[in-house]
């Protein structure tokens, strides 16, 4: 098994690719050792001194590591624990994993927000994806999308500028009720 490495805008969270699917579809968020029970490979890759969080989406895994630990030191073990679990034939995930955040919305608002998921499901998520993160609607109200950065994109330094130029000048073109676009936290 050969598992590639890219690097993402986040010095922070390095994308690993091992050539096979990860998740058959959506994706997984484990932002800290305690989020990841329910994924042996996310246990697998908290037991590595230094990670703070793990990804998966359909074709990789990212992983983040705190500020004092070196890539050059931990990479290596985050390849063994990847290439270790899928020549043990564990399941990524125990379980379904956790249903998507449904955000509520007024009836008015249903049409707005179907446009929105649309945008952020074709144009957005596919470009954050090959950044080694994702995307999440979390609401629409009074011309305010809330939306929330997962994976290498959460914390990354560029995340702010990607939200407020990017997704919401391409909300803000396509729908003219968007007025503004907000993260929300964890």
Not at 102 to 129: C, F, K, M, W, Y
Not at 164 to 181: A, D, F, Q, S, T
Request: aromatic share 6%.
């Amino acid at each position: 098994m050969f598992i590639q490495t890219e690097t993402t805008p986040n010095p922070a969270t390095l994308k690993f690719l091992p050539g096979q699917t990860v998740l058959e579809a959506g994706t997984a968020d484990f932002p800290t050792a305690d989020a990841g029970g329910k994924s042996p490979l996310a246990k697998r890759i908290f037991a590595i001194s230094g990670t703070t969080g793990v990804f998966f989406g359909n074709d990789f895994v990212t992983v983040t590591k705190d500020e004092g630990t070196d890539w050059d030191h931990v990479k290596p073990a985050i390849l063994g624990a990847i290439m270790e679990h899928y020549q043990s034939g564990e399941s990524i995930m125990e379980g379904a994993a956790e249903a998507a955040h449904e955000a509520n919305h007024s009836e008015e608002d249903s049409a707005i927000v179907g446009q929105i998921t649309e945008l952020l499901d074709t144009r957005v998520r596919p470009a954050v994806a090959q950044d080694g993160g994702d995307i999440t609607f979390h609401g629409f109200e009074r011309g305010v999308v809330y939306l929330q950065m997962k994976g290498a994109c959460a914390g990354c330094p560029s995340s702010t500028m990607t939200l407020k130029m990017g997704i919401e000048n391409l909300l803000r073109h396509y729908i003219p009720e968007v007025l503004e676009v907000r993260p929300v936290g964890v």
